[in-house]
């Protein structure tokens, strides 16, 4: 029922430029928050970016100033705009919803930041 699918991830040099996008289906997504994550082999996963039904936003503190979120109600897609990447960026990308009880993911599209 519940789908998120990311999309958008590839290969960038430092400094560049990238855009992922969530599609999701089988719940209200104007409803519910949103969020990205990311996973670098070996390392935890961390949170990236969260934004609420109203358009509330949070950031980590590694990404302010350079990621910004946001969501597409109507198309029930959500975004990551991200500028001036840096190596440690590199990671693969999940893109989560929190319904209820419930946290959903998907399956996550990979980010590669080379020099």
């Known amino acids: 029922q519940v789908q998120l699918v990311e999309s958008g991830g590839g290969s960038v040099q430092t400094g560049g430029s990238l855009k992922l996008s969530c599609a999701a289906s089988?719940?209200?997504?104007?409803?519910?928050?949103m969020g990205w994550y990311r996973q670098a082999p070996g390392k935890e996963r961390e949170l990236v970016s969260l934004i609420t039904s109203d358009g509330t936003t949070i950031y980590a503190d590694s990404v302010k100033g350079r990621f910004t979120i946001s969501r597409d109600n109507a198309k029930d897609t959500l975004y990551l705009q991200m500028n001036s990447l840096l190596a440690e960026g590199t990671a693969e990308y999940y893109c989560a919803a929190r319904l209820f009880s419930s946290e959903y993911w998907g399956q996550g599209t990979q980010v590669t930041v080379s020099s």
């Open positions: 089988g719940f209200i997504f104007s409803t519910h928050r």
